[in-house]
């Protein structure tokens, strides 16, 4: 679905992500874990197109996307649910979600009826959606991210830390919505701090560290590597 | 005396629509950008001015002189967008300001070398003629602009409010950052931004000066006072206070020139703008725009 393979991007001559190669296989939740630092937004933002890298390949469905533009890659079905959610606050909810629906064509009939599908799935977002997206609470405007992400029908949702921020009891519905979405089908590449709940919906987990992949496997893997473990899971979990 | 006050207004009313097109420009830029284009009007003397050469030099044809205009004030529209604010980056808000000052000067100096003497004839689109509603009257050539700035009112909200390309200036004008992830290209908008923000600045200088048969290379310094003015007072980035605020300063000064004198009549913007200042800094509709964004961002 989504192969990286020896990914170089820098920040001026700062090299963030030194020859990164992961894939996000189709169907599939692929978490992307790793400490602060370690580049994980980086790959987010590369893969989104918004940093250029120096080196390396990006496909999607063995489409070459590596000098794609930022706005041609929705349009491939790349969305993103940014970190820190990023929503217009001063839109409504409905404007938000047309906004999400901008890279498809504008005859596109299928838009309206998305936008009923995501108010089904959303009733929170529904019942204030005249409301300004700015007065919503921290959980509400991560549903209205997500919402909107998917509003661009992609391929591939890509979902920066979308814990972040977030009460324990939100964090579990925000992870709840996640794992509908791939039973749906959504192919999906979370990258998480809080690897806890992000093991709970993988499928496939990779550690980065220093902009490189240190470890690539199943959560179960995890489970078994005790140093990965201590240092991801903490020492409480067996 | 009540006749004579209703007649400065519908006076104040007529020429105000001028300084509500002005308006319109200055707020839809600053609305977008979150920054001041200093030269918006002098941008729009030399789109004249190269009307006004089309006159003198090509053919006496109105709609020549209007075409030529319009294309003028877009073209230099464009060059002040690549120049002053694609050029410098959106971090820099002071040094576009003042770059965008720079260019004030140097289209006054492009004008002045184009046609080198003070005042030229600027041709009027129809007759002036004199309307009369009972004891009132009204100048035709104003009731059409007012009737224009209308209609140009409706048309921009209707633009920014009822289409897709309006929903991404929106989005990009609230959260660039945010806008650039739902695949909105940032420079396309910022663009296209500037060339809507030209046509009106067309419009309006060609209605203006049509109506004031003349045209001098002060004409940017005073569109720059009026529409600035008019914004202020209306509220920044809010297109019906640009309209509302246009019409006040067309009245107040209408009837600052019966009840006084021409010289009051200038002052009497200026102390208009500064009252408002201190009274409501945000302007008529402005403070509603920024509780309005006080509210939106207090949780993001």
Redesign the interface.
């Known amino acids: 679905m989504l192969y990286l393979e020896d990914i170089r991007t820098f920040y001026g001559e700062i090299e963030a992500l030194k020859g990164l190669t992961l894939e996000a296989r189709k169907g599939e939740v692929t978490c992307v874990l790793g400490p602060n630092g370690a580049g994980k937004t980086t790959t987010m933002f590369t893969i989104?197109g918004?940093l250029k890298p120096r080196t390396g390949t990006l496909f999607l469905e063995d489409e070459n996307l590596t000098h794609v533009?930022?706005?041609?890659?929705?349009?491939k079905g790349i969305?993103?649910v940014?970190e820190n959610?990023?929503?217009?606050?001063?839109?409504t909810i409905a404007?938000n979600l047309?906004?999400?629906a901008?890279?498809r064509p504008?005859k596109d009939a299928g838009i309206q009826e998305d936008i009923l599908k995501m108010y089904e799935r959303f009733p929170r977002l529904h019942e204030r959606k005249e409301q300004?997206?700015?007065?919503?609470?921290?959980g509400e405007?991560q549903m209205l991210a997500i919402a909107?992400a998917l509003m661009?029908k992609p391929k591939i949702l890509l979902m920066d830390e979308p814990s972040l921020g977030l009460a324990p009891l939100i964090v579990k519905e925000i992870f709840n919505i996640i794992r509908q979405l791939n039973e749906e089908g959504v192919t999906i590449l979370l990258v998480e701090q809080n690897a806890k709940m992000a093991l709970t919906v993988a499928d496939h987990v990779y550690l980065i560290e220093q902009g490189k992949v240190t470890f690539n496997g199943n959560p179960s893997e995890i489970h078994q590597d005790e140093v990965i473990r201590r240092a991801y899971l903490g020492s409480e979990v067996s | 005396m009540i006749t004579d006050f209703v007649q400065n207004c519908i006076d104040g009313i007529m020429v105000g629509s001028g300084y509500s097109l002005l308006a319109l420009g200055f707020t839809l830029v600053f609305g977008v950008l979150k920054r001041l284009n200093l030269s918006y009007g002098p941008s729009i003397m030399l789109g004249a001015y190269v009307g006004t050469w089309s006159f003198l030099n090509i053919a006496d044809n109105i709609w020549l002189v209007l075409l030529t205009t319009i294309c003028a004030t877009v073209v230099i529209g464009i060059y002040v967008e690549q120049l002053c604010f694609r050029a410098v980056s959106k971090e820099t808000t002071i040094a576009s300001m003042v770059s965008s000052f720079a260019i004030w000067m140097q289209l006054e100096e492009i004008a002045l070398h184009l046609l080198p003497e003070r005042t030229y004839p600027f041709p009027a689109f129809f007759d002036s003629g004199l309307l009369e509603f009972g004891p009132f009257t009204a100048r035709s050539e104003y009731l059409f602009m007012f009737v224009v700035m209308l209609l140009l009112l409706l048309i921009l909200h209707a633009f920014i409010y009822r289409t897709?390309i309006g929903?991404?200036i929106?989005?990009y004008s609230?959260?660039p950052?945010?806008?650039?992830?739902?695949?909105?290209?940032g420079s396309s908008v910022l663009f296209l931004a500037f060339i809507i923000v030209s046509i009106i600045g067309g419009i309006a200088g060609f209605l203006i000066l049509s109506a004031d048969s003349q045209i001098t290379p002060f004409f940017g310094l005073w569109a720059t006072f009026k529409g600035l003015i008019a914004m202020m007072l209306g509220g920044i980035g809010s297109l019906s206070g640009a309209v509302l605020g246009g019409l006040i300063l067309g009245v107040i000064e209408a009837n600052a020139f019966w009840y006084g004198d021409p010289v009051i009549r200038d002052i009497s913007s200026f102390m208009l703008l500064f009252t408002m200042l201190i009274i409501r800094p945000g302007g008529i509709f402005g403070h509603k725009i920024e509780i309005?964004?006080k509210?939106?961002?207090?949780?993001?």
């Open positions: 989104a918004i533009s930022a706005q041609s890659r929705v349009r969305a993103l940014p959610r990023l929503i217009f606050p001063q839109m404007e047309d906004t999400g901008l890279s504008l300004m997206a700015g007065t919503l609470s921290g405007q909107r661009a | 897709r929903l991404a929106r989005a609230d959260h950052s945010a806008s650039a992830y739902m695949g909105i290209d309005h964004q509210i939106a961002s207090e949780r993001v």
